[in-house]
């Protein structure tokens, strides 16, 4: 094929950062997840289980080391998908989002089908037509919609169904039966399934329940079953016979099961089993109930079981399996039949690993799995995939704990870099325990057969696992050059993480209770001395319970915790943080804005004292709120005026300044990080004349148009627009059309250069812009005698009296597909900055800034001043190397996020990437300037001024010999 | 009847010629031996600004379904392989009337399509073998090459003849020069000494 053009293309690219093999895993570590489990199913052939997750992942995970088998992102916004297996044809089959997919279990996709729209869907087995027995026939419900499909190829058995009375709330299938009905009310629908599956027009019966229900309720063998709406009793509902005999029956649960206390009913959970339902009640116990005559009846009660399992058969036996504990060190395994409830099997496991692994997160199951299998002697044994309430997911099989996965980092929201104590007594790590000189010396001779290429591939191992023992990456101090930093991470399951980022080890955790889960992390205080341990926020802004609290970052602990009386509805940073003797303390405002017309917001300052009310009212530059109005395309700006001083709680009142409509959606956004470090204010040209960047920090980039997913006119008349705004005045200073283009658009604005990227409809490839801002003030000129001399020559820039922009503009195609645009960040601002582009494939792409250039000229011969400044000759497409991927040879699947920090080297970044899984490295945008690598090869250091030694001396005494020879002549 | 049979036939012909299934785009992903399809993904960014995913099965096969009209886009991906974008003009039928590579309209695909990787994705830099000329360029071979020079060469440089004379004339006249005075001080006992 002529691909050729590609590769040349490919070849053109140069890695900026690129690392060798053998340097993988020295400076980045990658962890891979897969999310919070929230269903399970054994392999019916490998020792393998199968699990879908709330991050809409689905996959399989090996049973003896619990490493990944396989995995598949369902959809890129996270939430559990719904999930059936079906035996008959080997399928897992998964409805995500608008999406119903069957795959194979060892991870290829066998079909996959556009569902109508966007929501819930329930898929069930069902059983197919008598003549085609072998194929499961797979009924997926969604909004009132009912589709009967082939689970083997995804074909249609029967005509699709449109069943209003099924857009309810909850939908159940029991068998044979579809049961719908919105919680909190009595109408309960019915259609029988096999009129679907025999293409029939379905009869719905409506059924009235006795009282209330809520959304707690199963389907199974043994009918219906559902919680009331206040939790009191326990509705079942006989199904089958002739069509007209359904009718509910509802007991009280304290006459059912007395020891079970009566609370919400959103506490408890229903299992169906092929006798009756298991009824769980929180940690309250779980009742095994058998169903005969429509009247469910207990058959045991177990008053310490915290998880119950879903029907597993074990042997000749109907099971489900119950969790008890953790009691004290043990946590035990029940076997329960469903027909009798009894006992069939139980088995206790140490709890002391589990805690160690969670963090001290609880150990309250929230899902757990039971699978059977054969041991050795013929007899049955069972294995369990229990699922704790933080994310811990454990395999317990024989009494061991054979693996746990700590899947709570697969949730992160937020994170922040935090500096590591100065000395090691705050954080006790285990640190990389001291190697001897032979060791060292080992190492350094490997390092140079690697370098010459002289090695065999156990010694580039053994050189891999020596560089881990000898690296003080993983010491839980700080190091001179800042390039051990602690990584805090919130999750989204409640928890706040600490990080080594030398290897992504825990060094500790803070877990919160669901009613208290933070939502924000911010930057709190920070200390010149380096004896104080820095402090961070947490913020919870849903009432009620809304809170802010201090943590101390070294040990996780509590400083102090505030409640908070108002609303929030965003945080924005004051940029002047407020020096307090030798603290450094971050200001916010909180704005509690509601989107009703005219609604002005209410801003609160954090922290509330006079010292910050005083920095804001003095701040030199106070900030300018903007959003997007009620209507769409609308902006608006708020002004922020600080109450007069030592008013007390006066506070700031903030003032609608300025509202500007712009035509179609509004795409993207972008504005300056108003900390972003500039070297700079000036761009010196080869010619030695100069340019002044425009470097307004109340810049705000917007991008309308075509709203995404919207069909095109006929005309194909559709544009991005660009517009520089104000955010102080809300004028637009600039704007630049791309007629026949639309979004996703994704925008970076760093210092006075703009990124984004668009998509051009006629060739349907994906477009970088990029924009350059020169102040072209006419007249402007620099003096060095001024610049060090007369401090009055500087000219302030105002918002008010703008000032003339010049903007200097190039597109290029682009073969990445961005979601995401983030800029690397240097201590002074010195290195040459690289953007990151976050790629739909789940990777981070570094675009050194020359790439997007908008100068580079259009010729291939270039001039001397042309080299000088650094430009390559323009190319209609940006190059594409894989050498560039800041992620190396990983895929952070479900990639969500990622975070910059700067070092103390100025060569040198970290970078964080979180999704599902946590990718770490450093970045070097112009490569190692200003440090030897980690890896220097001191070996061959030494052997060449050792052979230089040797060669002299030998060198010297043959010398004097042949002098001597000669004088003797 | 003849002719309504002949109707008949042109129909079926039709119906043979148009047999591709509206909204449905088919392909298959080849790979190299050694890597497989665990990674492998196939994104369409469709006209409308949306994205749909699918993966391969075991085989590499794929299919997406509900393809609107208009000019998409096809993103293959797996992260050991390069591949290049796919141009796609789905007609107002919903059939595929022309691939394409996105770089170059030119080079028109076959449909189903056929998608093969342009090369192999190498995210490290690979280290070169040993090579002794590589070695002599680096700091330590020039070091090590410098100061042989400077040992071996050096002493061995031959010094321009008549200058080495001038040198020597220089060394024996101020050799003499300096005998002289010494004579000259010390009185008149070396020089009988050099007539014997």
Redesign the interface.
Not at chain 2, 47 to 52: A, K, L, N, P
Not at chain 2, 121 to 130: C, G, L, M
């Given at each position: 094929?002529?691909?050729q053009?590609?590769?040349i293309?490919?070849v053109f690219a140069l890695?900026a950062a690129?690392?060798?093999?053998?340097?993988?895993g020295a400076y980045d570590w990658y962890k891979q997840h897969i999310g919070i489990v929230s269903s399970a199913q054994f392999h019916p052939s490998k020792p393998r289980v199968c699990v879908t997750t709330e991050q809409s992942v689905v996959g399989c995970l090996n049973l003896r080391d619990g490493s990944v088998a396989?995995r598949?992102q369902l959809q890129s916004a996270g939430a559990a998908p719904s999930v059936v297996y079906v035996g008959s044809a080997a399928a897992l089959l998964t409805a995500s989002g608008d999406y119903l997919?069957a795959?194979?279990l060892?991870?290829?996709?066998?079909?996959?089908?556009?569902l109508p729209v966007q929501a819930a869907t329930v898929v069930a087995e069902v059983q197919g037509k008598e003549s085609e027995k072998s194929n499961g026939a797979i009924l997926a419900v969604q909004a009132g919609a009912v589709q009967v499909l082939d689970a083997a190829d995804a074909s249609q058995l029967s005509r699709p169904h449109q069943l209003k009375g099924l857009a309810r709330d909850v939908v159940v299938v029991a068998t044979g039966y579809l049961v719908a009905y919105n919680a909190g009310s009595k109408s309960v629908l019915l259609v029988s399934t096999s009129r679907f599956v025999a293409g029939d027009s379905a009869a719905e019966v409506v059924v009235e329940a006795p009282q209330d229900l809520s959304g707690v309720a199963a389907g199974g063998p043994a009918g219906f079953a559902a919680l009331s709406a206040d939790g009191s009793a326990l509705c079942a509902l006989r199904l089958g016979g002739a069509g007209g005999d359904a009718a509910f029956s509802c007991q009280r649960l304290d006459a059912l099961v007395p020891e079970l206390s009566a609370g919400p009913a959103a506490g408890h959970k229903l299992i169906p089993t092929s006798a009756g339902f298991v009824l769980q009640g929180g940690d309250a116990g779980a009742a095994v109930l058998a169903v005969s005559d429509g009247q469910p009846k207990l058959l045991r009660f177990y008053a310490a079981a915290t998880g119950a399992s879903a029907e597993a058969s074990v042997g000749n036996n109907a099971a489900v399996g119950l969790v008890e504990g953790p009691a004290g060190d043990k946590l035990r395994l029940l076997v329960v039949s469903a027909a009798s409830g009894e006992v069939l099997q139980e088995e206790d496991f140490p709890a002391a690993a589990l805690r160690r692994a969670a963090h001290g997160a609880s150990l309250q199951p929230r899902m757990v799995a039971l699978g059977a299998f054969r041991k050795k002697d013929k007899s049955w044994g069972v294995r369990a995939l229990v699922v704790f309430r933080g994310g811990l997911t454990a395999l317990l099989q024989q009494g061991v704990v054979v693996w746990s996965r700590d899947e709570s980092l697969a949730t992160i929201r937020q994170t922040l870099f935090v500096d590591l104590p100065a000395n090691g007594t705050a954080l006790k790590g285990d640190a990389a325990a001291k190697a001897d000189m032979n060791t060292r010396i080992r190492y350094q001779v490997l390092g140079a057969k690697?370098?010459?290429?002289?090695n065999t591939p156990a010694e580039a191992a053994e050189l891999l696992e020596l560089r881990g023992l000898l690296s003080d990456k993983n010491t839980p101090t700080r190091d001179v050059n800042g390039f051990r930093k602690l990584l805090l991470a919130l999750t989204g399951t409640g928890s706040l993480v600490a990080l080594h980022n030398g290897d992504g080890r825990v060094m500790w955790s803070r877990t919160f209770a669901a009613d208290t889960m933070p939502t924000r992390l911010l930057q709190w205080r920070s200390y010149h001395d380096i004896t104080h341990a820095p402090e961070v926020l947490l913020l919870r802004e849903a009432h009620p319970g809304a809170y802010v609290a201090a943590i101390n970052a070294h040990t996780g602990e509590e400083l102090w915790q505030q409640p908070l009386t108002h609303g929030v509805s965003r945080v924005v940073s004051v940029p002047a943080p407020l020096i307090e003797g030798s603290a450094v303390q971050s200001v916010y405002l909180l704005v509690d804005h509601s989107p009703a017309p005219g609604a002005v917001p209410a801003v609160n300052l954090l922290p509330d004292s006079a010292a910050s009310q005083a920095h804001f009212a003095s701040s030199q530059r106070s900030p300018y709120l903007f959003w997007e109005g009620v209507q769409p395309g609308t902006l608006q700006g708020f002004s922020l005026e600080a109450g007069p001083a030592g008013a007390g709680d006066a506070g700031i009142t903030a003032r609608l300044a300025w509202q500007v409509a712009l035509p179609d959606t509004v795409l993207a956004f972008a504005t300056r990080d108003p900390t972003e470090p500039i070297q700079s204010s000036v761009k010196v040209l080869s010619d030695r004349t100069i340019k002044y960047k425009y470097l307004n920090p109340n810049l705000l980039f917007v991008a309308t148009g075509?709203?995404?997913?919207?069909?095109?006119d006929g005309d194909d008349s559709t544009a991005v627009i660009a517009h520089l705004v104000d955010t102080v005045t809300g004028r637009v200073l600039y704007s630049q059309s791309h007629p026949g283009a639309?979004?996703?658009v994704t925008a970076v604005l760093s210092e006075n250069l703009v990124l984004y990227h668009f998509?051009d409809?006629?060739?349907?490839?994906?477009v970088a812009c990029s924009m350059e801002l020169y102040d072209a003030t006419p007249g402007r000129d620099f003096s060095v005698l001024d610049y060090l001399f007369n401090p009055n020559s500087t000219q302030p820039v105002s918002s008010l009296t703008p000032t003339p922009i010049e903007v200097v503009s190039q597109s290029y195609?682009s073969?990445i597909?961005p979601t995401g645009l983030a800029v690397t960040r240097t201590e002074q601002g010195i290195t040459a900055k690289q953007m990151l582009v976050i790629t739909?494939?789940d990777q981070v792409y570094a675009l050194d800034r020359r790439w997007v250039d908008p100068r580079r000229p259009k010729k291939q011969k270039l001039t001397q001043d042309e080299m000088e400044d650094g430009l390559t000759p323009y190319q209609d497409?940006l190059p594409?190397s894989?050498?560039s991927?800041a992620t190396?040879?990983k895929?952070v699947l479900g990639l969500s996020g990622l975070a910059v920090e700067p070092t103390r080297l100025e060569s040198t970044c970290l970078l964080f990437v979180h999704g599902v899984d946590l990718f770490y490295t450093r970045l070097a945008p112009a490569k190692g300037f200003d440090s030897l690598e980690d890896d220097f090869n001191y070996a061959?250091?030494v052997?060449?001024l050792v052979?230089?030694s040797v060669?002299?001396v030998v060198?010297n005494y043959m010398?004097k010999q042949?002098q001597l020879a000669w004088k003797w002549k | 009847m003849n002719a309504f049979c002949s109707v008949l036939v042109l129909l079926g012909l039709i119906g043979l010629a148009s047999s591709q299934e509206s909204g449905v785009v088919r392909g298959r992903v080849l790979i190299p031996a050694n890597v497989n399809?665990?990674?492998t993904?196939i994104?369409l960014?469709t006209?409308?600004?949306?994205?749909?995913r699918?993966?391969?099965?075991?085989e590499g096969a794929?299919?997406f379904?509900?393809v609107?009209s208009?000019?998409?886009?096809l993103?293959p991906?797996n992260?050991?392989l390069?591949y290049?974008?796919v141009?796609?003009e789905v007609n107002r039928k919903g059939v595929v009337s022309r691939a394409a590579?996105?770089?170059?309209r030119n080079?028109v695909l076959n449909i189903p399509l056929s998608l093969?990787p342009?090369?192999e994705?190498?995210?490290?830099?690979?280290?070169?073998?040993?090579d002794a000329w590589s070695?002599i360029k680096s700091p330590?071979g020039l070091?090590?090459a410098f100061?042989?020079f400077a040992?071996?060469v050096f002493?061995r440089l031959k010094m321009d003849p008549e200058e080495y004379k001038e040198m020597q004339a220089v060394m024996g006249t101020g050799g003499a020069a300096a005998a002289g005075g010494a004579g000259a001080v010390g009185g008149g006992q070396q020089a009988p000494r050099l007539r014997q």
């Open positions: 094929m002529h691909f053009t590609l590769i293309l490919a890695g690129a690392r060798f093999e053998d340097q993988a396989w598949k997919r795959f194979d060892e991870g290829g996709l066998k079909w996959q089908r556009k690697v370098q010459l290429k002289l075509l709203a995404n997913g919207a069909a095109l639309r979004g996703p998509r409809v006629e060739s349907g490839r994906f195609f073969r597909v739909n494939t497409t594409f894989p050498l991927f190396l040879d895929q061959l250091l052997a060449a052979a230089l060669g002299a060198m010398t042949a | 399809h665990s990674t993904t994104i960014h006209s409308t600004g949306e994205e749909m699918t993966y391969v099965n075991g794929f299919a379904h509900d609107p208009g000019v998409h886009l993103q991906f992260l050991h390069v290049p974008e141009r796609l590579l996105s770089h170059n080079m093969r342009a090369m994705a190498a995210y490290y830099e690979k280290r070169k073998p040993f070695f330590y070091m090590i100061s042989l040992i071996v002493p």
